[in-house]
Structures are given as C-alpha cells and as structure tokens.
C-alpha cells in the first residue's frame, strides 16, 4: 500500500515555463514533507521541504505547496531551465514533531521531469 | 552529497555469496540510514542506526539482511546468500544528530546478483 504516491512518472515542459510536480498522501500522520532531486547513477539530492504547520515555502525558484485537507504537494519550479531535467521524489516523514524515528522517510515513485530548451 | 561515499559503485554476486555494501557518513553525522531502490520503483526506507545502535529497522527483511554502524569506521549493510530479486540500488544517508530531517545521500551501490 503506498502512502505517497507520484501518480505522473513523467512530465515534459518547455524551457522558461512553469514545472508542477504533484505528490499525494494518505497517512494523515505525515507532518514533514521533502522534495528530492536524482540525476541518473547518483544519490538523491535534497531540494526543498515543508513542515505541516505551514502550507507554502519558497527557495529561489523553487516552491513547495501544502494543502492538509486534500493530502496534497507540489512542486513549482519557475522558470524551468533544462539543468531541472531529473526524477524527483517526494518524500514523507511522520515523526518530525513527536522526536520519533526521524529518518524513516516514505518516497514516492518519482517524476521524470524534461526541460527542453 | 558528494560527503556520503558509499563502496563499491557496483557490485556483481553470484546468487548464494555474500554482499557488503559500505557506507561513510559526512563528517559530523552520526546519524545513518540506508534506503534501497528497485526497478521503477521509489526508495524504500530499510534501517536507521546511530553509532553502534540499530534505532530503526523496520525496513528490513526479517532474514539474510544485517546492517551495523560500529563505534570506528563504516557502516556495513551485509546480505547473505543473495538472490536475484535482491538486485537493486542501495542508497545510505546521513544526517546531524540536530537535524535529521536532513539527510544526504550518498551516490549509491548498484547490486547486481547473477
């Protein structure tokens, strides 16, 4: 049963335009959320995170949204430069405020995005 | 992330041999998380230790599968008798004591069990 699902594997945008990667939930108790970038033959990098107090954080071109009630994120990168071009995960962590196991985060399957110049 | 090394990149077994997967965290981590990702698939939480500590371990398979972080040097993921399915790229983590939401990976092993 996944409990963070990326349901588009690809994605396919025009350089200078906006990218919108989505990413649902259904573990209610999720209350950290994290966006990772992975280039092929490389480890994940991490982009940008969100914790459940708030529902909007913003990094250079990068924001991630948090809408609570639909269990929903996303990932805004404006504009798109063709260096974007990678899979990106969405990752899920549920014990961020309890002190719990931190480090237990739940991927989803990943998003190919391709910026194309 | 280039701080996490992981050794070897790849990794060739035969089923039945044994794997080591070794993982050094970034200086100042002590914190280590391994992660394995299949085929199309996402990564999947497998274990988190601190020095000399399994805290976490509900990622791992119940048999075959191991992982240490002793006091001095690496931490070891080790799968005995490996078979095909176990054919995947493994990552590890790490991450400061104080901030263990953020945690590097390093650039993984990929397993290959002919």
């Known amino acids: 049963d996944q409990q963070v699902k990326q349901n588009s594997p690809s994605l396919s945008v025009q350089e200078g335009r906006i990218s919108i990667l989505n990413c649902d939930y259904t573990?209610?108790?999720?209350?950290?959320f994290l966006w990772y970038k992975k280039y092929p033959a490389e480890g994940p990098t991490f982009l940008i995170s969100?914790?459940?107090?708030?529902d909007k954080n913003e990094d250079g071109r990068f924001t991630v949204f948090l809408n609570k009630s639909a269990k929903h994120l996303s990932l805004h990168i404006v504009p798109s430069q063709p260096g974007d071009s990678a899979v990106y995960f969405c990752?899920?962590?549920?014990?961020?405020?309890?002190?719990?196991?931190?480090?237990?985060?739940?991927f989803g399957k990943g998003t190919k995005l391709s910026v194309k110049p | 992330n280039a701080g996490v090394m992981q050794n070897p990149r790849h990794l060739v077994r035969r089923r039945g041999q044994e794997a080591r997967l070794r993982c050094s965290p970034m200086?100042?981590?002590?914190?280590v998380y391994w992660y394995r990702q299949l085929p199309e698939e996402g990564l999947k939480f497998m274990v988190y230790?601190?020095?000399?500590?399994?805290?976490?371990e509900s990622g791992m398979p119940k048999e075959r599968f191991s992982a240490e972080f002793p006091k001095e040097g690496p931490s070891i993921l080790r799968i005995q008798q490996v078979v095909r399915g176990d054919s995947a790229a493994y990552f590890c983590?790490?991450?400061?004591?104080?901030?263990?939401?953020?945690?590097?990976f390093g650039q993984g092993t990929r397993l290959t069990v002919v």
């Open positions: 969100i914790s459940s107090i708030k």
């Open positions: 230790l601190q020095k000399e500590n399994i805290i976490d």
């Open positions: 200086k100042g981590h002590s914190h």
């Open positions: 983590a790490s991450s400061r004591p104080d901030r263990n939401t953020e945690a590097f």
């Open positions: 990752a899920a962590n549920a014990d961020f405020f309890y002190g719990g196991s931190q480090g237990n985060l739940i």
């Open positions: 573990n209610s108790m999720f209350d950290y």
